[in-house]
């Protein structure tokens, strides 16, 4: 039981640490932000106060300390410096590296936690610049006579329900006296007559009066997990320490036989008899009131804007949309053979139905491409610190959803590429400048979408392939024979076949085994591709291509000899039905169609059918990026909503069909993947050699 | 070779051979149903069905084992097997006929000598007597090695 909570603390956790990290490359930028330093300390609270709840004592440990420093942030006690946030990011790694481990045991670990936790108390004690005094006198809790010391009324009213939670009100009161000294006063009077007891309630509440050094932000943090289950009021009661009198100790007294809670006005009056400043008082109280009303609004629409999920529940949903939109296929096509009004119109209710389910699910399983960002950001950030160069990193198009199966794939590819970039692309400051560029290298990230795929292109502006170095290696490697001629392109291609790696010394940062064909490998299992272009001295530029979602499509039915096919409609251009003696030109495969020329491949011939042919095939035009080619197939039969459905792994690395789909009577028809169709046709892998135009 | 033990092992007859193979990897036996072509496939590889709305790839054994091609008829069948319990790794074996379940525990497995030049399938788990036939039992390991195109 108590595992299960602990990994969802650790998965919360993860996202606090993300967002974390986002805070602090924002707080890089800007530095002087009071809402970023904001989110920075309150990520870093939740953590402690998890920490300590689930047993991660270190991990509560290391972020109190770390939480101190930005406490002092936030109150203008601290600047926020490069030193700064250099300290925390390696503090962060720390804290996911506790987060995975637990609390540490083996000595490296400790060795390692003790000296960031030196570190950070370096930090704390040696201070930012400047301000060194202010520091050392919040640091220890001499109270009295302190300038900073001030004295709070602090109202604690519970609802029943607080211990449900498995929140303990006493430890909250501990944590407030760990601020300052403080007195605490409770009054039990809503305590029922035994047999009302419910004993999983809370019926005390608490008054406690704190002379402190902390802000009252520090007071109502303490309260942070349990500020919706409570009525709390945090009021000022006047410069000073709190010197307990007896005429004060009477009034307590009073207030708790007759079980009516102090009011500060009344309280104030003992303490300060001399000025009253009641006016500013009341100002306060409106004030922290108001602040608080915003705080919970604040996390409350937090709450309702998303919710978590485990992934495998949303797999199971587009799994059972996927058998949903089959059986639904099977229920059109029986009502066709009916003919049945009542029920044709039913099952085209069902049908619209179906498909916005399909559309939902289908938009439910998408996400941000965001949460993968972080790690480029981090990655370019510090091999460029390592590697002694400077590097802009600009994102583009970050908020564009992709499939989570196909971002899970594709971190690691990008994460080798951006490697490749930052390790061999990008000069040092002093070869850029001796090549005439700027010292600042710049590495673009750019996503966008592109019909039914998503392009990602990460742009460098470094010193480029250098393409006659590889032609030279895939010579001596053996891979092209030395006089063949190649074009740029077909040059630069090289470097995706196996075993090919253009840097001879393996540099610890990249070329550390994965190279580009494995980049290659792992974006078409995920049914995408790489590109790549270059130019020496002027950069580099890999584009991938990858498809929206992995397993439904709106696709055309088509009739290929026995068998009947799907096209993907994204794909498609136009569809045109075709004359016999419009295939006049039929040498060069080229078919005129409103006066153009375009490329055809009959695919009957590909697909080696033997069957007779139609008399009246029909065209189906399909384009990739800026290559179009005529799909000749004996017949249109329709459109087809479909789930593509693996064909399990023996068929996997079939070279044109890319899936199967089950249509409505039971029967197979087979995904074509056209992209392939089109890439096979302009290499001339099929036996009619077509060449496909360029526009 | 003879690590045959404990195991409950499926027959069948390919062409006049008999064969068996681990009961446990069996998912189904089916008769023949429509099967779609994939084209540009091996000859071994039949094409695709629709086992319960999972698509499944079938070979005809006789052709992976280099026997002669024949009709279907009453008899032949399908036997669906799933190597390692992953969905994908599902595949149906066209055999002549589906012999009968045999308790391997305690038989005596000797070496498979068969003339198999022809055959994607080179190596056996070993040979056994049962009825008077002798059954060679499929390495399942290497028939789904042979299978993928």
């Known amino acids: 039981m108590i595992d299960k909570f602990k990994a969802k603390f650790v998965e919360e956790s993860l996202d606090n640490v993300n967002d974390l990290e986002e805070a602090l490359f924002a707080l890089e930028n800007d530095m002087q932000s009071k809402d970023l330093i904001e989110r920075i300390f309150r990520a870093m609270h939740s953590l402690k106060g998890g920490g300590a709840m689930f047993g991660f004592n270190h991990l509560s440990d290391f972020t109190h300390h770390l939480e101190n420093i930005f406490d002092k942030v936030r109150n203008s006690k601290i600047e926020v410096t490069p030193d700064l946030i250099s300290l925390t990011f390696s503090a962060v790694d720390e804290i996911k590296y506790l987060l995975e481990k637990g609390d540490l045991t083996a000595k490296d670990d400790l060795d390692e936690y003790n000296r960031m936790m030196g570190q950070i108390q370096n930090f704390l004690q040696g201070g930012g610049p400047g301000n060194q005094e202010s520091i050392s006198a919040s640091d220890d809790n001499t109270p009295a006579g302190d300038s900073g010391e001030k004295t709070y009324l602090i109202s604690f009213i519970p609802g029943e329900d607080l211990l449900q939670n498995g929140t303990n009100p006493l430890f909250l009161l501990d944590d407030l006296h760990a601020l300052g000294k403080g007195h605490s006063i409770v009054y039990t009077h809503k305590i029922p007559s035994f047999e009302n007891i419910e004993s999983e309630n809370n019926y005390c509440l608490w008054q406690i009066i704190l002379s402190t050094n902390e802000s009252v932000n520090e007071i109502k943090d303490v309260f942070i997990f349990v500020e919706d289950e409570c009525d709390l009021s945090v009021e000022e009661l006047g410069n000073g320490g709190f010197e307990m009198t007896p005429a004060v100790e009477k009034f307590i007294e009073n207030a708790r036989n007759s079980n009516t809670l102090i009011k500060v006005s009344d309280l104030k009056v003992l303490l300060n008899k001399n000025e009253i400043e009641e006016h500013k008082t009341e100002q306060g109280t409106e004030k922290t009131e108001a602040d608080q009303g915003r705080k919970k609004s604040q996390l409350k629409e937090h709450k309702i804007s998303s919710i978590r999920v485990a992934s495998r529940k949303i797999d199971e949903l587009v799994n059972l949309v996927s058998e949903l939109v089959t059986t639904q296929a099977q229920l059109s096509v029986y009502a066709e053979k009916k003919g049945d009004n009542d029920i044709l119109e039913l099952a085209e209710n069902v049908q619209k139905l179906s ?99 998503v392009l990602i292109e990460v742009t460098d502006d470094g010193r480029g392939i250098d393409v006659e170095s590889i032609k030279a290696k895939a010579i001596s490697k053996g891979m092209i024979e030395e006089n063949e001629e190649l074009s740029h392109k077909e040059i630069l291609n090289l470097i995706f076949l196996s075993g090919f790696s253009t840097r001879d010394t393996v540099s610890g940062v990249s070329g550390r085994g994965v190279g580009m064909d494995v980049v290659r490998k792992k974006i078409s299992e995920i049914r995408g591709e790489v590109t790549i272009d270059s130019e020496a001295g002027q950069g580099t ?80 035009l399909v384009r990739h990026e800026e290559r179009r080619l005529g799909l000749m197939v004996d017949e249109v039969l329709g459109e087809h909503q479909t789930v593509v459905k693996p064909m399990g792994r023996y068929l996997t690395s079939h070279e044109v069909v890319s899936g199967a789909s089950i249509l409505g009577d039971g029967s197979i028809s087979l995904v074509i993947d056209t992209n392939r169709v089109l890439q096979l046709t302009s290499t001339g892998k099929f036996r009619g050699k077509t060449k496909t135009s360029k526009e | ?104 525990d305690g038989i005596e497995m000797k070496p498979t000598v068969v003339d198999m030049e022809e055959s994607h399938l080179k190596n056996f788990h070993g040979t056994f007597s049962f009825d008077n036939q002798f059954v060679h039992v499929i390495d399942i390991e290497e028939l789904v090695t042979a299978a993928e195109i």
Do not use: C, W
């Not at chain 1, 990008?414 to 692309?425: E, F, M, Q, T």
């Open chain 1, 355 to 453: 498909r916005q389910l399909r559309d939902n699910a289908f938009e439910i399983s998408l996400i941000p491409m965001q949460s993968e960002l972080m790690r480029f950001q981090r990655l370019v950030r510090d091999l460029s610190k390592e590697l002694g160069k400077e590097i802009e990193f600009v994102i583009e198009g970050g908020d564009i959803e992709l499939d989570k199966n196909i971002i899970e794939h594709l971190t690691d590819p990008l994460l080798h590429i951006l490697r490749n970039s930052v390790d061999h692309g990008i000069e040092k400051p002093d070869e850029r400048v001796a090549a005439g560029k700027s010292p600042k290298g710049n590495i673009y990230f750019k996503a966008y979408h592109a019909g039914a795929s």
């Open chain 1, 541 to 620: 530029t890999v584009t991938l291509r990858l498809p929206l979602t992995l397993s439904i499509i709106d696709g055309l039915l088509v009739k290929i000899g026995e068998n009947q096919y799907v096209v993907p409609i994204a794909s498609i251009e136009k569809i045109f039905a075709l004359d016999k003696s419009q295939l006049k030109d039929s040498f060069n495969r080229v078919v005129i169609i409103d006066n153009e020329q375009l490329p055809y491949v009959d695919m009957r011939e590909i697909f080696k059918e033997e069957v007779k042919e139609s008399e009246t095939p029909q065209m189906v």
């Open chain 2, 1 to 104: 070779m003879s690590e045959q033990q404990d195991k409950t092992l499926l027959s069948f007859r390919v062409h006049d051979e008999f064969f068996a193979l681990d009961a446990m990897k069996v998912n189904h036996i089916l008769e023949i149903p429509k099967i779609t072509r994939v084209p540009n496939t091996p000859r071994f590889m039949k094409g695709v069905i629709n086992l319960h709305g999972n698509i499944i790839p079938v070979v005809d054994l006789r052709v992976l084992m280099g026997f002669s091609e024949t009709e279907y008829d009453n008899d032949t069948a399908i036997i669906v097997i799933t190597p390692d319990d992953q969905q994908d790794s599902s595949l149906g074996l066209i055999v002549d006929m589906v012999k009968e379940v045999i308790e391997a």
